[in-house]
């Protein structure tokens, strides 16, 4: 991981504990990244799972790719530099989020492996979740909810992932959800089952 450019720079720690925070929260910290070309339902899956999480009294908050270049990215295009520079600092927000004691969801297309592995060595080992939402480009395409394939066939997109700019499928994704062959409900459960089968949904009540 690259040291920071400034200098003279030291961590400070918070009175309150990571461990603390889990307690009240009755829940451990996590970051689950849904990756999957555009048109796959990474924001879909991303809001049911956040909903879902909600209901059951969990501490979520979805980083959507669209929502976060309006603001903190609004100085980023879609370049490779640009990209990588992007999910890096998506990545820093997120473990933050998650050392907050909260389940930060994440909605990205992070179409490079070597970018999401970055983003995992943010997090500690076990609270970084890679969700494949796995499509077939031509229903992604069929979808296609924002014009956005219409648009990148007709050259008015460059570097467009999947038609002029690549994607890089997971090779070991702690997860892969079909999203064009399962339901949403099915997709959902699937996401929550892994979060329970983890750990990472209840802590033990306090003595």
């Not at 520079?85 to 490079?112: H, K, Q, W």
Request: aromatic letters at 6%; charged letters at 30%; glycine letters at 8%.
């Amino acid at each position: 991981m690259q040291s920071p450019k400034s200098q003279h720079i030291t961590w400070s720690d918070s009175y309150v504990t990571h461990a603390q925070r889990t307690e009240r929260n009755r829940h451990e910290g996590a970051v689950v990244w849904f990756t999957g070309l555009s048109g796959a339902g990474k924001s879909t899956m991303a809001q049911l799972v956040e909903r879902e999480l909600f209901d059951r009294g969990c501490h979520c908050y979805i980083l959507d790719g669209d929502n976060v270049r309006h603001g903190l990215n609004r100085d980023l295009g879609f370049s490779p530099d640009d990209r990588t520079e992007n999910i890096r600092r998506i990545g820093e927000v997120a473990n933050l989020m998650r050392d907050a004691g909260m389940i930060c969801l994440t909605a990205f297309i992070s179409p490079y492996r070597a970018d999401r592995r970055i983003a995992r060595a943010t997090c500690p080992e076990g609270t970084f979740l890679e969700v494949h939402c796995a499509c077939d480009l031509e229903e992604c395409e069929r979808r296609d909810p924002k014009g956005l394939y219409k648009k990148a066939r007709a050259g008015e997109i460059p570097q467009f992932t999947g038609i002029s700019a690549p994607y890089e499928e997971p090779e070991s994704a702690e997860l892969v959800i079909h999203t064009d062959t399962s339901s949403p409900e099915e997709c959902v459960n699937q996401v929550a089952d892994m979060l329970e089968e983890r750990g990472l949904l209840s802590v033990p009540a306090a003595d």
